[in-house]
């Protein structure tokens, strides 16, 4: 059984991995109504991605014997202005994200919880390639982006990513 303290960060944790979801679904509709269909595409698997996050979460806290509290998801929140904005703001979403795990990290430390302080370990690493992946798209934007043919381009390297259920 996990502490009070413990169950309800956890929760708060599952809702920011959902809220992360919403974002990226609003992304991808940004994405595709102005042309970007490749660019979409990369946001809706990423939504998904999101919701495993949350789901092994879920699993997680039934699995220690505690309570799931689902709790109303806020809109999401982002400026939908140009490409590279988008992918800036997600990026520093994705470091709020980190940051709340580098919390769950030490409260469950603190709390002398240690199957949680192992659990979560895989959203450490995770958050790592996340921030990677984020800086990366950016960077190629501020580089190309500016030319049609490059953007074009890019959009079809996003496209061809792959949906791929996470490896816990
Ligand atoms: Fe599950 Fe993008 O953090």
């Given at each position: 059984m996990i502490s009070e303290k413990i169950k309800n960060v956890l929760n708060e944790q599952i809702n920011k991995e959902f809220y992360s979801a919403y974002l990226y679904l609003s992304m991808s509709a940004y994405f595709a109504q102005i042309g970007l269909y490749g660019f979409s595409e990369w946001a809706k698997i990423q939504s998904k991605e999101e919701i495993d996050h949350g789901?092994?979460?879920?699993?997680?806290?039934?699995?220690r014997n505690s309570?799931?509290?689902?709790?109303?998801?806020?809109?999401?929140?982002?400026?939908?202005t140009?490409?590279?904005?988008?992918f800036e703001q997600i990026y520093n979403h994705e470091r709020s994200i980190t940051s709340a795990i580098d919390s769950v990290a030490n409260m469950s430390e603190s709390d002398c919880d240690l199957a949680t302080r192992n659990f979560i370990d895989w959203y450490l690493s995770e958050q790592i390639e996340e921030e990677a992946m984020v800086s990366r798209i950016i960077s190629?934007?501020?580089?190309f982006g500016e030319e049609k043919s490059a953007l074009y381009l890019i959009?079809?390297?996003?496209?061809s990513r792959e949906y791929e259920r996470p490896e816990y």
């Open positions: 789901m092994i979460l879920f699993e997680y806290i039934l699995n309570q799931v509290h689902l709790v109303q998801l806020e809109t999401p929140k982002f400026e939908m140009n490409p590279i904005s988008v190629k934007l501020k580089a959009d079809r390297e996003l496209g």
